[in-house]
């Protein structure tokens, strides 16, 4: 395939829809003192509390330092606290602290307007159709 055109490639629409909804994110979670990813781990915690970094490192799919900062982040805003284990000091287990549950409902809601803008239009098909082609381009690109 001779490129001529980028912007005519599905990668660069992957990128353009991409930057799009991280910044429609970095826009309604800053409202909340969030930066786009702390949410996740924070999602990670609603579900579970008192996991180690290493469990959301693998959960998350992300480098350990990517948690590390991130936590780092959310603990200097008051949303979580990491704490010792109680029989393992060489474990730091991370907790939220009420100020971090008290952003559940916020943080859900803003997901699930994101989640309605991005699929506005698309029939209940046309969005499982595109969930399955966007996990065989995952799948493409993880090869």
């Not at 982040?73 to 805003?77: T, W």
């Not at 949303?79 to 010792?84: D, K, L, N, T």
């Not at 008290?102 to 994101?114: G, S, Y």
């Given at each position: 395939?001779?490129l001529?055109?980028?912007q005519?490639?599905i990668s660069?629409?992957?990128?353009?829809?991409?930057k799009?909804?991280?910044?429609r994110?970095e826009?309604?979670?800053?409202?909340?003192?969030?930066?786009?990813?702390?949410?996740?781990?924070?999602?990670?915690?609603?579900?579970?509390?008192g996991?180690?970094?290493?469990?959301?490192?693998?959960?998350?799919?992300?480098?350990?330092?990517?948690?590390?900062?991130?936590?780092q982040?959310?603990?200097?805003?008051g949303?979580?606290?990491?704490?010792?284990d109680?029989?393992d000091?060489?474990?730091t287990?991370v907790?939220?602290?009420?100020?971090?549950r008290?952003?559940?409902?916020?943080?859900?809601?803003?997901?699930?307007?994101?989640e309605?803008a991005t699929?506005?239009?698309?029939?209940?098909i046309?969005q499982a159709?595109?969930?399955?082609?966007?996990?065989?381009?995952?799948?493409?690109?993880?090869?």
């Open positions: 395939m001779i001529h055109n980028p005519e490639c660069y629409s992957l990128i353009q829809i991409s799009a909804h991280r910044r994110a826009i309604a979670l800053g409202e909340l003192g969030l930066y786009p990813g702390q949410e996740m781990i924070l999602f990670q915690l609603w579900a579970e509390e996991v180690t970094q290493s469990h959301l490192v693998e959960n998350l799919c992300v480098e350990p330092p990517t948690v590390t900062k991130t936590l982040r959310l603990e200097r805003a949303f979580v606290e990491r704490r010792q109680a029989d000091a060489r474990i287990r907790y939220l602290t009420p100020q971090g008290e952003l559940q409902a916020p943080v859900q809601q803003i997901w699930e307007e994101l309605a699929i506005g239009g698309l029939s209940e046309e159709l595109l969930r399955r082609l966007l996990l065989q381009v995952q799948n493409n690109l993880e090869k």
